[in-house]
């Protein structure tokens, strides 16, 4: 293997990649990207990737400039290109995974979008998918038949909060029972960095025509401070209602980890309900934040654990 791997980062991430670039040490490859008027685009590298290991970056979010559509196809296309243009090796890098939210038949004739993306991954020919905390692992692991990467950022998040709770005793927050696995995760990487194993708890959630139900808790919050994990949020309808249930339960303080906060219309209401003291959240994602959220959310890089994902990669 070359001595340096090959780092694309595409339009709508370069800011991203220019850090991951940073830390491993390299500069970010040359490409060119250019629009059509018809809508169409074309990318291709601008320097030699013939058998060399290359790696191409982009998170799978929608915003103004691009729709999640347009990102997912350019990244497959630049995928094929690189493999066309003799690359040894290609691994995408996704910060934010689309479509992973259907990952099971919950009803009827339901899509399961995890899949059918790993199928467009596989057939442009990638060999590996690195992403930052999808939806359902079990399920990302599985739907893949390249090999398939999960990093999260809980240490990350841990390593801020502690400075945060203090001595004050906490509870770690699902905010339904579909995330418990993902609290146990947060727990276990909380002992770790604090010698401590804290409780945990979750809140029944049903979800019918876009409304959320359910107001059963789980668990103890009396005199804790609460820390509520989840993977994303969009409006913020679960996480505000997970926040108040905890208040109303008794805890003295409530946190929000997120970690893809795309915040879409609506989310404005988690920084200026009262029931959340503090969102914390990674720069997975660029949402569009409201003026009064300044003070009320701390963000996260997480571009080192794409860098270090990469150079383990990278040497085998």
Not at 181 to 192: L, S, T
Request: glycine letters at 8%; proline letters at 4%.
């Amino acid at each position: 293997m070359d001595s340096e791997p090959v780092l694309f980062a595409l339009e709508g991430s370069q800011a991203f990649g220019h850090a991951v670039a940073s830390q491993l040490g390299i500069s970010l490859a040359a490409h060119e990207d250019r629009n059509f008027e018809d809508g169409e685009h074309k990318s291709r590298p601008l320097d030699s990737v013939r058998s060399r290991d290359v790696y191409v970056l982009l998170s799978l979010f929608g915003e103004k400039a691009s729709s999640v559509n347009d990102k997912l196809m350019r990244l497959l296309f630049f995928v094929a290109t690189a493999k066309d243009a003799g690359a040894k090796r290609v691994t995408a890098l996704l910060p934010y995974l689309a479509y992973a939210r259907k990952d099971r038949r919950g009803k009827s004739q339901d899509p399961i979008t995890t899949r059918y993306v790993a199928q467009l991954f596989e057939a442009m020919g990638a060999d590996r998918v690195v992403a930052l905390e999808v939806h359902n692992q079990g399920a990302f692991d599985n739907a893949f038949r390249c090999q398939t990467v999960h990093l999260e950022a809980h240490r990350l998040f841990v390593n801020t909060l502690k400075d945060h709770v203090g001595k004050e005793p906490l509870v770690i927050v699902s905010p339904d029972a579909g995330g418990t696995k993902r609290v146990d995760r947060f727990r276990d990487a909380w002992a770790d960095a604090a010698d401590e194993q804290p409780p945990t708890a979750f809140l029944e959630k049903h979800r019918k025509d876009g409304k959320v139900t359910g107001d059963a808790v789980m668990g103890d919050m009396t005199g804790k401070v609460a820390i509520i994990v989840d993977d994303m949020v969009a409006s913020g309808t679960t996480l505000l209602r997970a926040a108040e249930a905890c208040k109303d339960k008794g805890a003295t303080k409530v946190f929000g980890v997120i970690t893809h906060a795309l915040f879409g219309p609506g989310s404005e209401q988690l920084y200026r309900a009262g029931a959340i003291d503090q969102l914390f959240i990674t720069d997975s994602v660029t949402p569009q934040q409201e003026p009064e959220a300044q003070g009320r959310v701390t963000t996260l890089p997480v571009a080192g654990l794409f860098a270090e994902a990469v150079q383990e990669l990278h040497t085998d």
